[in-house]
């Protein structure tokens, strides 16, 4: 067994532990930080198959700029984790029989023999002045031009349904209309000073009985 192989499984372990974590964390955070690991350890494994650029690229836009898009949506929604997971176990058997029906399609693509994917073989050393960035622009824009317009297509529905959740219709909106905010002047606009007689606060009745049983005792002594 080579160094690759062994790290590729290493890789591979950690990448399933952080989607699964990714899928059962609690708290909406700890999962995107999960999703994070699991983008940073593909990315290594995107450098171990010599796609260098493809791993810096998943970690420059997905990790240093969706993540964090990610992570102001949470944020901004407020969302109520006790509410979501009630119907949890309820789509769970439908969730199951989904996933274990894309293992299986993905399985039998990798073992039949007549597809790309399982008979690519062991990864090939490629000479020092070999550009994968011309050759991987070359495939997109010729044999996978449509495949790379619907994951437009994807991400720009994406977009809106994120800018449709942050404008939606909340209970405690936290929101200020800049037209009284431009409206506002220096007089009395922004703070009104109110003076107000000094008032004495009254003996509460506790001290009031403690008084009274003191001056008692004084009156029999």
């Not at 997109?140 to 437009?152: C, D, G, K, S, V």
């Amino acid at each position: 067994m080579t160094f690759s192989l062994i790290m590729f499984y290493v890789l591979a372990a950690i990448i399933l532990f952080g989607a699964l974590k990714t899928v059962t964390a609690k708290n909406p955070v700890h999962a995107a930080l999960y999703l994070v690991l699991t983008f940073c350890v593909s990315a290594m494994m995107w450098m171990l198959m010599q796609a260098e650029f493809l791993g810096l690229t998943l970690v420059v836009v997905y990790v240093g700029a969706v993540m964090v898009l990610f992570l102001f949506v949470v944020m901004m929604l407020n969302i109520d984790v006790e509410e979501m997971r009630k119907g949890f176990w309820r789509h769970a058997p439908v969730a199951g029989v989904v996933g274990v029906l894309l293992a299986v399609a993905l399985i039998l693509i990798l073992m039949n023999p007549k597809t790309d994917l399982a008979s690519f073989g062991l990864m090939q050393d490629v000479p020092a002045d070999y550009d994968n960035i011309r050759d991987l622009g070359r495939q997109i824009y010729t044999t996978y031009l449509l495949p790379f317009e619907l994951a437009a297509v994807l991400l720009l529905l994406g977009m809106v349904a994120a800018i449709a959740l942050v404008h939606r219709k909340t209970t405690n909106p936290k929101y200020i209309n800049p037209a009284d905010q431009v409206k506002v002047t220096a007089d009395e606009s922004r703070m009104r000073l109110v003076k107000m007689d000094a008032v004495k606060p009254s003996p509460k009745p506790e001290e009031t009985v403690s008084d009274g049983q003191s001056s008692e005792s004084e009156g029999k002594a």
